[in-house]
């Protein structure tokens, strides 16, 4: 059970009698907030000198130290001295507390069993936070300090980093007790020369016992993962955490001595230039992270040569990924010029970046996949592309969707298919192969046998263009997903693709949707369903198949023992044809979802429909689908297992 919190008990200590301090103690009360009383002081101007540290500090802070106290800072002395507290957690939030009550809040520290220390919204600056972090260098008990929304800058992070370092003390070292951290919405520094930043990031990494530092207003790291002190939770995912360089500066610190992480996601994130450069430095000296996913962030040119500088030395990393980052060409260069050195890295994602140029990967080895989605691709670039398939023995994914490639450039990647015996995912989808795009394209099939994945969907490709990547299917033997979805494939394409699908026993996922299949071509699909023993799903939804192509298709489905998964919906079926599927479908024990939604039966068919099927593990959906492809909103893809002995990601 769940309990309620209770925020903790606020006290005003404007004047309290030590009768009634003795009563707040005797309930055993462990939590309180105070509220102190304020007076007013006459402002001076402030004048800059070195304190002992060598760092500037405020004149007042250090001559006017006993001028400046809190009237109520006297009244929680009190409290706390008495025998009886049992106080061990003290909120004074929004007090406006200065440096001269830290004199007072030190000592609480060392001299009281405080666990729990909460300053936040106060007026504290670099001298305050060296007076508090000195206290908790020596302090026994104290796990949690706050100081977050005050006036501390680098000086003030380096002091308190300095005192909270492991020290010396007979012949061993010794670390401070305190464990929580809180820094956040202070103005120290993640860029420059003497950034307090720097400062945190040593002693998040030579101090063990520190196990959570915030310094970023929407997340907390933990830094008992970052360091990799838990064997067992080798991947961590900070993906869409609003981090910010000041965090990545942090996380690139703790890089260089993990050994456990293999999985780093900080995708989808606020982490810029600053950020990058010292996830770079991170990077050169690890020798256990596989994987880093980087998109969606806010890095330009300069992170992303610096992790191209990071990549030459670097000789564990796998996957990085990269999209959707404002890059630009150089970026991209750089990015290249580690590539044809790093022959460990497999992955790279550059989609919606717009940093590479194709003539960079010439002569490209190693790597197993290429995003170049929507990278302004032409046909020029694809010959390049095709030199690269033509010679490379380790590319298996390669993903050309959205861009400017015509049937030229289709051409060139057809081309060298027949010679590649890698290449397992092929996208081509978006842009426009045409008529002799898709007669190459159909010609590389029928000699290629490793391509497992191709996907055609929104290429425009005409009934023509159907038949003739229905002959290439006919005499591939390697193709498990083909996704058509989105075309203007009719009539004759249909029934070329149905062939090919009667005579191909490897395919297992074909997407027809949104094309123009009428109900003429229904014949080929009830013979393609019957004699078809690898399909498991398929997807006809918004095509023109009717009464006519529903009952083809029921009579198919009656003899299939293979198909799981079938898409109808927006077929202009009536109830003649639903009243058909009812007394079909009742002996099939194969399908567990069926989308027949958007049609023009009415409802006492849809409940026949219900009541027919057998089993409770069959999915029906008779109402209205949502848009999009048919199987949960998402496109086909290749089975996980299989993807998972072909490509790094699975």
């Known amino acids: 059970m769940k309990h309620k919190y209770v925020p903790p008990a606020t006290f005003s200590l404007n004047s309290i009698e030590p009768r009634l301090l003795q009563q707040l ?48 800072m006297k009244e929680l002395q009190r409290l706390l001295h008495i025998k009886t507290c049992t106080l061990c957690s003290i909120d004074l939030s929004g007090n406006k507390i200065s440096n001269a009550d830290c004199w007072t809040l030190g000592r609480l520290i060392r001299r009281n069993n405080l666990e729990k220390l909460i300053l ?24 949690k300090l706050s100081l977050a929304d005050n006036y501390i800058d680098d000086a003030g992070a380096w002091a308190i980093s300095r005192c909270l370092l492991p020290r010396l003390s007979h012949n061993r070292y010794v670390t401070p007790h305190l464990k929580f951290l809180h820094l956040q919405n202070n103005p120290i520094r993640s860029s420059g020369k003497g950034n307090g ?64 992480t293999t999985t780093l996601d900080l995708s989808n994130n606020r982490i810029s230039n600053t950020g990058c450069t010292a996830l770079a430095e991170g990077l050169r000296d690890n020798l256990r992270l596989q994987h880093l996913h980087l998109q969606d962030n806010l890095m330009g040119h300069v992170g992303a040569v610096e992790l191209g500088k990071a990549l030459h030395e670097n000789a564990r990393l796998e996957t990085l990924h990269l999209a959707r980052c404002p890059l630009t060409y150089e970026a991209g260069q750089s990015l290249a010029s580690a590539l044809h050195e790093n022959k460990i890295l497999r992955t790279l994602t550059l989609s919606r970046s717009l940093v590479l140029q194709v003539p960079d990967l010439r002569g490209l080895t190693g790597v197993r996949t290429i995003d170049l989605c929507k990278q302004g691709v032409t046909d020029g670039d694809t010959c390049v592309i095709g030199e690269l398939l ?61 391509l497992y994945r191709l996907d055609l969907s929104k290429c425009s490709i005409s009934d023509k263009g159907g038949m003739f990547i229905g002959e290439g299917m006919k005499e591939n033997s390697s193709i498990g997903s083909l996704d058509l979805r989105d075309n203007k494939i009719a009539e004759e394409g249909g029934r070329e693709i149905f062939e090919a699908v009667q005579q191909n026993h490897v395919l297992t996922k074909l997407d027809l949707s949104y094309n123009k299949i009428p109900a003429t071509a229904s014949y080929e699909l009830g013979l393609a369903i019957k004699s078809n023993t690898a399909l498991t799903q398929l997807d006809l939804a918004s095509n023109q198949l009717g009464c006519e192509g529903s009952n083809s298709l029921a009579d198919g489905v009656t003899i299939n023992v293979t198909l799981k998964h079938l898409a109808m919906q927006s077929n202009r079926i009536e109830n003649t044809g ?32 219900k009541r027919k099927f057998q ?24 089975d996980s297992e299989i993807l998972a002995k072909s490509t790094p990601w699975g």
């Open 390 to 450: 033509a010679k490379n023995s380790t590319l298996m994914s390669l993903d050309l969707s959205e861009n400017h490639i015509s049937h030229i450039g289709v051409k060139a990647v057809a081309m060298s298919l027949p010679t590649n015996t890698t290449l397992h995912v092929l996208n081509l989808s978006k842009t426009n192969p045409g008529e002799a795009g898709c007669k190459a394209l159909s010609l590389g099939l029928q000699e290629n046998s490793s």
């Open 120 to 143: 936040d919204r106060n007026h504290i600056s670099n001298s305050g936070a060296l007076i508090l972090a000195w206290a908790a260098r020596f302090a026994h008990v104290l796990e």
């Open 25 to 72: 103690t005797q309930g055993g009360l462990r939590e309180a907030s105070f509220a102190l009383p304020y007076k007013p002081y006459k402002k001076k101007k402030p004048r800059k000198v070195f304190g002992p540290l060598g760092w500037q500090l405020e004149a007042p802070a250090i001559y006017g130290l006993f001028q400046r106290r809190q009237p109520g």
């Open 615 to 638: 089993g409770d593990t069959l999915d029906i959906a008779l109402g209205f689908n949502r848009s999009g492809s048919s199987f949960g909103g998402k496109i086909p893809t290749v």
């Open 197 to 260: 930043m720097r400062s945190l990031a040593r002693l998040v990494r030579e101090n063990r016992q520190l196990i959570e530092l915030q310094i970023s207003s929407y997340t907390v790291l933990h830094l008992t993962a970052l360091r990799g002190d838990i064997p067992t939770e080798p991947v961590i995912s900070l993906a869409g955490c609003r981090l910010s360089d000041a965090d990545a500066m942090i996380i690139g610190r703790l890089l260089n001595n993990n050994v456990s």
């Open 578 to 609: 639903a009243q058909f599927w009812a007394e079909s479908f009742a002996d099939n024990t194969s399908l567990r979802r069926l989308y027949i939604s958007n049609n023009k039966f009415g409802l006492e068919q849809k409940r026949l429909v």
